[in-house]
């Protein structure tokens, strides 16, 4: 069973920057990666690795501003996601979440028995 924890969300101004920060215990392969949903939109995945691959997949909206990066250091499932450019757009509640397979269901954020997830961190962009 896996176990996901989330930190580094809180307040910035719009054009900043923040680093959230997951660990998933019990994980050994497949995806870890991250999904949003704020109040009144629906779900969106904003990134994900594909663990062995070392593939990473982002969407259409935090491309370019958005790194999802692993952990070089203990713990080794630790992904790291870095927020550039901040929009007030980019406010919601940020979810880590982990699957053994693929990241499909991460990113096309499809209710999926085998992911789990964290308890969200808020990140909040002020204009």
């Known amino acids: 069973q896996v176990s996901v924890m989330e930190s580094g969300g809180g307040l910035v101004q719009a054009g900043g920057s923040l680093r959230l920060s997951c660990t998933a215990s019990?994980?050994?392969?497949?995806?870890i990666g991250w999904f949003r949903q704020a109040p009144g939109k629906q779900r969106e995945g904003v990134a994900c690795?594909?663990?062995?691959?070392?593939?990473?997949?982002?969407a259409d909206s935090v491309k370019g501003r958005f790194t999802i990066s692993r952990s070089s250091d203990n713990p080794k499932n630790t992904v790291f996601l870095q927020m550039s450019s901040l929009k007030p757009d980019d406010t919601a509640m940020y979810y880590c979440?982990?699957?053994?397979?693929?990241?499909?269901?991460?990113?096309?954020?499809?209710?999926?028995?085998?992911?789990?997830w964290g308890q969200g961190t808020q990140v909040t962009v002020s204009p």
């Open positions: 979440a982990a699957n053994p397979h693929t990241c499909d269901a991460i990113m096309q954020s499809t209710q999926d028995p085998d992911t789990s």
């Open positions: 690795s594909q663990w062995s691959r070392g593939d990473a997949y982002y």
């Open positions: 019990g994980f050994n392969d497949g995806a």
